[in-house]
């Protein structure tokens, strides 16, 4: 009987599992989870925290063929073939690596994390914790450390809920996005009465009785009830630190076929460098959609069907201040572009200095624009007058 192994139960992982099951039935299928709940959607931990949706909304459908372990992955031997765990071994034929993400926290926060309305924002505990602290609160002050989406859109839905919410970004907000798009995002916010603070750096904290209280600016003091860290991601592979598995700054390195330098050994998901389709560049992945793709054609190659991963169309599709915002493809600072403006709609295309179509941003609702945009830019072609 063949023994598949997937460490990580979510959007890559689970796939994966769900996949191998289903093709190969009489084969062993363990996923194994860091986390003592059922596999989750994380991208539904906000409307969860902000009570649109319950608890059983969030988990994810797990084919019963699957065996899911609540055991964290503490070692790899590829000369044994297995994983190793606190008080287990797990043998395989073929494993998958699928442990995804978490928030990367900067040593200069280390020493609030204890505080009890710090919270970080990956995984359900986490939400839990932020959900139940919300309940003791209404109208208070909540800082967000960190303008990337995840910021953006945490801080979003929260103003919704009426608390008073300011972003605090030591750069620009949304980094990889052109400073003037980046700017067009910072208006919509404060037009929702969020504040945002750029080029900010927190010279210090006031903690009192495990509580912080206040941060300290430049020329500035806020107070605070709740924090949130979403000051950016790192990836779960401290685990394989000692094994010979290619990293690259951590993450996975994958070919084509998804499978990582050792033989019968894959990656999928938030974990692992992948193919960016535009440039054929390593990118990291960090969209739920792409993570359960990876993890089928990581599962199909596992069967041995030869199953090519084309690589990551960048996109993110977002709603900030009831608006939908599109960012698709590259469109940042070294890129030029040209606008198309109507009352609240709003259109941006990138192009690089060859005038090959590189991204295109929007905000309103542009969705049947986005497939003929991607395949300009697919193309590669000297198309940007197509756009003019
Ligand atoms: C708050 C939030 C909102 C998001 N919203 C969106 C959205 O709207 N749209 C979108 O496309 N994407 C969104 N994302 C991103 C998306 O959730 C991720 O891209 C996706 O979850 C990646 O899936 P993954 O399977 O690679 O890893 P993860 O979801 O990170 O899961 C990793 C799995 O590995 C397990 N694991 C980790 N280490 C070990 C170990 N040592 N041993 C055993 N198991 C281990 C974990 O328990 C978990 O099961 C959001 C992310 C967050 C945090």
Known sequence: MKKYLIIGSSAAGLTAANNLAINNPDSQVICLSAQNNLPYNKCLLTDFVTGKKNLNDLFLPISEKVKIVCDRAISLDVKSSTVQTKTSVFEYDKLLIATGSSTYVPDFYKNILHCKNVFLFNSLDDAINLKNHFQNFSSSNVVVIGGGITGLEIANVLRQKNFNVTIIEKNQIVRLLHEKLAAKLKSILNDARIKILEDTQIQDFVINNDYLKKIILNNEILNIDILILTTGTKPNTQWLENSPIQ???????????????????????????????????????????????????????????????????????????SKEITISGMCDNSKKFIELNSKDNYQAFFANQNDVVTGYFSVGNNQK???????????????WQELC
Not at 250 to 279: H, P, Q, R, W
Not at 284 to 300: C, E, M, R, Y
Request: glycine content about 4%.
């Open 247 to 321: 990293l690259q700054n951590g993450y996975v390195v994958t070919d084509s076929n998804l499978k990582t330098s050792i033989e019968n050994i894959f990656a999928a998901g938030d974990c692992a460098l992948v193919n960016n389709m535009i440039n054929n560049e390593k990118i990291i992945n960090n969209l739920w959609p792409d993570a359960v793709k990876q993890g089928f054609v990581a599962s199909n190659n596992m069967l041995e069907k030869n199953t090519i991963y084309p690589g990551i169309f960048p996109n993110i599709v977002t709603n900030l201040n």
């Open 369 to 383: 624009n986005i497939a003929k945009v991607r395949d300009l830019i697919l193309q590669q072609k000297e198309n």
